[in-house]
């Protein structure tokens, strides 16, 4: 079922209330304050559908959208290879779908607000003030403990100078720094750890598929007739590949050895 907590008694308008959101949100799904080992199963555990598209080129500027609906979809681009990118944006549009429903978003507001709950749910204040002093003290920055905490929240380095610079961890000129340090390193747009933090995939489509195969002997195709819609079609919006897939026709009548017309 999706279901949200509800936040009444709280003002997204204020940057503490946000916070204090966060900190509810983890509560009430109980996360406690370490690192969420998988923001896209968290999503549909939520009862949110999570689509991965790749086939709108590299060159879109849309990382990822929300659709509130009664069964709410996010559409997350995957052509951005970043699975700390990923997670951002997931928990960027989750704050989407908890905070402005009705609303109309794309504002510098309401990206604002889904910003700093994105770093707050996943970077919480208690574990900035307890960690980053580790990361950077006496006007140093210590590249390897960044380099270990990234791998351990998975959340992007320049994500996280910039959510210590939120909770005054970090004035203005030394997160300017440790961006430009980035930038020299050629970490500006890809981080070196990146190509080491798997990519989380979608996964309740895929079940549900299966199960339907498994249990029901309703197939991909048969749905693709109903929904009057190619298998192609259907391949490119789930970016699923039907050839290899268990829960087609096709698949179940090669593995007992019939041919499918």
Known sequence: NFDLPKLDGFDI????????????????????????????????????????????????????????????????????????????????????LLFHDGIITGCRKTESQANHFAGAFLLPRAIMI????????????????????????????????????QLSLLTESQYRTGIISLKNKGESKQEDEDSFIELEKPELLESCFTYLAEKEKIYVE?????????????????????NQSIYTRKYKAEKLGLKVS
């Open 13 to 96: 308008d204020k940057p503490l209330d946000i916070e204090r959101i966060a900190e509810h949100c983890r509560k009430e799904w109980d996360l406690g304050l370490g690192p969420i080992s998988n923001m896209t199963r968290l999503c549909e555990n939520l009862g949110i559908v999570v689509i991965s598209y790749d086939h709108h080129g590299e060159n879109s500027d849309i990382d990822a959208l929300s659709v509130t609906l009664k069964r709410p979809i996010i559409v997350r681009s995957s052509s951005k290879q970043s699975a700390c990118r990923l997670r951002f944006d997931l928990a960027h549009e989750l704050a989407h």
């Open 130 to 165: 307890k960690y980053f002093p580790s990361i950077f003290s006496n006007g140093r920055f210590r590249w390897d403990n960044m380099s270990e905490f990234k791998k351990q929240f998975r959340v992007s380095k320049a994500a996280t100078l910039y959510r210590a610079k």
């Open 222 to 242: 048969k749905l693709c007739d109903d929904l009057y819609v190619k298998p192609v079609f259907l391949e490119h919006l789930l970016s699923i590949d039907l």
